[in-house]
């Protein structure tokens, strides 16, 4: 499958989980979605991401900011419903509060992160 064609498959299902998101009470706003190789390479030198292999250099992941009442949060407990329901969308789709597919919270966390892995 081509690039552009995962990157299609992923715009649908993030459009799909904000609409979940707002129908359970969560409001989104966009974090970061594309990244430069340079940019990518900062967050690997600050321990803000593990790897330069990132879907966000291919425009295959999104951070969003999710908010609560207003209040901003990254609480995982809070975003574990999104990431469930991500997960269900396609199987190549991941989350960044579960990234050792084991449904705790363990290990290196990044809630706000949603993907698509190819």
Excluded: C
Excluded at 14 to 36: D, N, S
Excluded at 49 to 72: E, I, P, Q, W, Y
Aim: charged share 20%; net charge positive.
């Amino acid at each position: 499958m081509k690039l552009s064609e995962q990157q299609r498959i992923f715009t649908r299902n993030i459009a799909k989980l904000i609409v979940f998101a707002y129908q359970h009470g969560l409001e989104l706003t966009f974090g970061e979605a594309y990244r430069t190789n340079e940019q990518q390479l900062l967050y690997v030198q600050t321990g803000k991401s593990k790897t330069m292999n990132s879907n966000h250099l291919r425009r295959l992941a999104v951070d969003f900011n999710v908010f609560v009442n207003g209040n901003l949060t990254y609480d995982w407990a809070t975003i574990k419903p999104l990431g469930d329901y991500w997960k269900t969308l396609h199987p190549l789709n991941r989350w960044g509060g579960d990234w050792n597919k084991n449904d705790i919270k363990d290990g290196f966390i990044d809630s706000p992160h949603f993907e698509m892995n190819v």
